[in-house]
């Protein structure tokens, strides 16, 4: 054991004591929470997608199964679409009858609303700041299927 000096300060790790804890609190702050929201809002886009997805593959079904009548389709898309953030989306339904195809297809547009960001940018603390790069947050999906 080293005996110590007095009023000497004792060198080396000991003076290093704090550095760590605010070394990682900088870290924590500039690195994880980020990458933590960008996670949040991920799974939340590929949820919401998936979501809008499965109403137009059963909207296109219905039609399917309706040999062409569209009657219902677009009630059925907003019933499997009510539990999402924000408005309801837009639903388009083409039917195509030719001679060298018979198809319905189905497309959703779903304005998506983001976590981090508020509803508009007008609510913004800073209107100037965009967090997702100016994309126009739409969702779309779109399923087309062969009539009988």
Avoid: C, H
């Amino acid at each position: 054991m080293k005996p110590s000096v007095p009023g000497r300060a004792n060198q080396g790790r000991d003076s290093q004591g704090g550095f760590a804890a605010v070394e990682m609190a900088i870290l924590t702050s500039l690195v994880l929470v980020p990458l933590l929201m960008l996670l949040v809002e991920g799974s939340k886009i590929l949820g919401e997608y998936s979501t809008i997805l499965s109403a137009s593959r059963e909207a296109a079904r219905l039609v399917m199964r309706e040999n062409g009548d569209t009657t219902g389709a677009a009630d059925l898309v907003q019933n499997l679409t009510s539990g999402l953030d924000g408005a309801a989306p837009d639903v388009e339904i083409v039917v195509t009858e030719s001679e060298t195809e018979n198809t319905v297809k189905v497309k959703v547009d779903y304005v998506y609303q983001t976590v981090i960001a508020a509803q508009s940018q007008a609510d913004l603390p800073y209107p100037d700041l965009d967090l997702l790069g100016g994309w126009n947050r739409t969702l779309s999906a779109q399923t087309v299927m062969p009539l009988p």
